[in-house]
């Protein structure tokens, strides 16, 4: 099998497959992406009264978002896409595509009305596996908050993104944020 210079076999091919063909190729990383969505969904949103996740969403969303990347990858060409992006393309396509679902007929509130955003900040912080410590610390609360609103009411690229996440990624190496 040919790959790029960098070990990745779809790329050398890319451009000579259709978007099924692509998605069939990617079939095994997508199903361990919506597994792990699955999973964090799971551990900050079930208790949740009035959501539920839509896994034909959720799909649609992590073949979008390795769509993204590969075009990312074939027509710049990128060499390399770091993590930081791949979890910016998480958020970006969860905040896009919103996965989370209101049950019909349940109570609108701005906890479900937002949950997608919170789906997508939570979701990329966790790929990104920044930030353990600070998870019960107000600094890191209110920044959170902040990026999920940036979610809902921005339109906020993937490369404002990706540099928010190394930010957070290098603060979270280094010492502890004092309290506020």
Known sequence: MKTDKHGDPIISEFGRLSPDELLQRLAPRIK??????VDIYNKHFAGFKGIYLNRRLLLTMVESCYCDIYRLKFFRPVEWIDNHKKAAYTMKW????????????????TASLMANAWYAAIAGLTLMEVA???????WWVR?????AYLLHFHSISVEQLSSELYAVERCSLSQPIPKT
């Open 132 to 138: 353990e410590g600070w998870r019960d610390d107000e």
């Open 32 to 37: 361990r992406r919506v597994e792990l969505l």
């Open 94 to 109: 969860i905040a896009r595509i919103r996965p989370i679902q209101i049950h019909s007929g349940a109570q609108l509130t």
């Open 143 to 147: 920044y959170v908050r902040n990026l």
